[in-house]
């Protein structure tokens, strides 16, 4: 049994001056849950909060890629982005994956086996 986080930095609240604040403060955190303190958790983020992170914070990515490869991070897909399917054309919902899927393999070289529907709204 294990918690699942969301991670998000495109939150319409946080504003992007503190993007790297909610990285030292959150994020880096949350990863040594899992690498220092053995507790498993999954992470889930849209791919363009990982692209975020890697150029605000490369070794954040770094760490996480290392401890989904060690298995003490499961990471749980979303798509490139956080949007509701339901609001947007089909051909935009596939774009959506298929650009997560390339950006998820770019950045923590894995596709995600498990996935979250955004905002739990389907059609």
């Not at 939150?11 to 040594?32: A, D, G, H, T, V």
């Not at 303190?37 to 890629?65: C, F, G, H, N």
């Not at 401890?67 to 982005?81: D, T």
């Not at 994956?97 to 996935?115: A, F, H, M, Q, S």
């Amino acid at each position: 049994m294990y918690s699942i986080f969301h991670l998000n930095l495109a939150y319409s609240s946080i504003p992007e001056s503190r993007r790297l604040e909610i990285i030292r403060r959150c994020f880096w955190p949350l990863l040594n849950l899992a690498i220092e303190d053995s507790i498993p958790i999954a992470i889930e983020a849209p791919a363009y909060t990982l692209e975020v992170a890697r150029m605000l914070d490369q070794d954040w990515i770094d760490v996480l890629k290392k401890a989904i490869e060690l298995r003490k991070v499961e990471f749980i897909g979303s798509g490139y982005s956080q949007l509701i399917a339901p609001l947007v054309p089909a051909q935009v919902n596939k774009w959506n994956l298929e650009i997560g899927v390339d950006t998820y393999r770019n950045l923590i070289n894995k596709i995600p086996e498990v996935w979250f529907i955004n905002e739990q709204a389907y059609s």
